[in-house]
């Protein structure tokens, strides 16, 4: 059965305008939905397995405040098959099921000393420096996507607003996206730095890119677990990632549930 006729199977009349991706650090996100639906993405056709420690593997639908959501507890990363569209399927359910407005969290590290772990950024605009994209492939004259304004101008504001009213610090920047799954070298990171990059992480590019494919609107933001490489120091790891995304993930949760009331 197609993912969007298991999960209205499922849902009932719930009729989701917004979605969102939660990466790491945000998956106490899902627990303010209430009566909340949980479906496997092992049910989902098309859905990605389970790959990345740090990760739930499961589509969370409810209402959230008085916002009906789907969340997307778990992503597909490019790094785990070196397939950018990995995350196509999930995106064109969503689509199928009438979501307008997508918002996509990450965790990622930071190119200024200014903009510790526990920050949390939001992406203005990004570089692509994966070599890859999720439309290769796509024949249809729609894979040229104009990226312009990929990111929401109205989401963004209702971010920005939300975030004063939570009292939270909301930075802004450009997400870099490297491909992973290593780390990038204290070269690369200087080189991020020189090109305009304020963020470097492993994901949401190509759903960016794929959302916007899809005709959906998009706002995305990072919680910030580390100062990128070379900056401090220390090796990078992925315990440091788990362990310090929460503290960000709390922080950009509030600023969400806020958002989302917003643009009902
Ligand atoms: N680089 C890439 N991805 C990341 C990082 C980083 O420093 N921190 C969290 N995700």
Redesign the pocket.
């Known amino acids: 059965m197609y993912a969007a006729t298991t999960i209205r199977s499922r849902i009932g009349s719930l009729e989701p305008k917004t979605a969102i991706v939660l990466g790491s650090g945000l998956g106490t996100l899902a627990e303010r939905v209430s009566d909340p639906v949980r479906i496997p993405y092992g049910d989902l056709d098309g859905f990605p397995g389970s790959g990345v420690s740090g990760h739930a593997a499961e589509l969370v639908a409810g209402v959230m405040g008085a916002c009906p959501v789907i969340m997307l507890s778990g992503r597909a990363h490019y790094y785990e098959h070196g397939d950018a569209s990995a995350m196509r399927a999930p995106l064109e359910t969503l689509r199928a099921l009438g979501v307008e407005k997508l918002f996509l969290t990450n965790?990622?590290?930071s190119l200024h000393p200014e903009m510790p772990a526990g920050s949390v950024m939001q992406i203005t605009d990004h570089i692509n420096f994966s070599g890859s994209n999720p439309l290769f492939g796509e024949t249809s004259d729609r894979r040229f996507v104009g990226l312009t304004s990929a990111y929401d101008a109205d989401m963004r504001a209702a971010m920005d607003a939300a975030a004063q009213q939570c009292g939270h610090f909301l930075h802004r920047g450009v997400y870099m996206w490297?491909s992973?799954p290593s780390?990038?070298t204290p070269a690369e990171i200087r080189m991020a730095r020189t090109i305009g990059a304020d963020a470097?992480?492993?994901s949401t590019v190509p759903e960016v890119i794929l959302a916007r494919f899809l005709g959906m609107r998009v706002a995305a933001a990072s919680v910030i677990?580390?100062l990128?490489?070379g900056m401090s120091g220390d090796e990078?790891s992925h315990q440091e990632?788990k362990d310090m995304a929460p503290i960000g993930g709390a922080r950009l949760a509030d600023i969400l549930f806020k958002t989302v009331q917003t643009l009902v």
Do not use: Q
Request: zero cysteines; aromatic letters at 12%.
């Open positions: 965790a990622a590290g490297f992973g780390f990038e470097v992480g492993m677990t580390n990128a490489a990078l990632t």
